[in-house]
């Protein structure tokens, strides 16, 4: 087992725009067009795993108005949402579907950053 002597809150970066979890940095490139980005959000990294590509982004909005603004424009695009919405002012999660494609989001205030992390997830 490897260790390093880092402290949490540091990321361990290699030259290659990934991280040791295989996070990489941006945006993926095929982003789908009908999903949208979180109001004011800006992409931290994404991760291609068996349940999806999972995208992080931070916010400086609330995340009840992260989660409506997103609603709105992802419905717009014909996606509807699935049972078991949890949100509170501090966070939640939703999902929705359109056809054989699911779409998450994972909101979740942080108060010592004074923003929002988001993370959404496509498949």
Known sequence: QQTDNK????????????????????????????VPKPLNGAALGYLSTQEGTVVTFESLDKPR??????????????????EGEMMSDDGGLAVWNKEKREVSIMLAWQKEKNNSSVVITYK
């Not at 725009?17 to 996070?23: A, F, R, S, T």
């Not at 108005?65 to 699935?82: A, P, S, V």
Request: hydrophobic share 20%; charged share 45%.
């Open 7 to 34: 402290t949490s809150g540091d990321q361990t970066k290699k030259t290659d725009g990934k991280n040791e979890l295989g996070i990489k940095d941006g945006m993926p490139a095929d982003y789908p067009g009908d």
């Open 65 to 82: 108005d992260i989660l409506k603004d997103f609603t709105d424009k992802l419905e717009k695009e014909g996606f509807k949402k699935g």
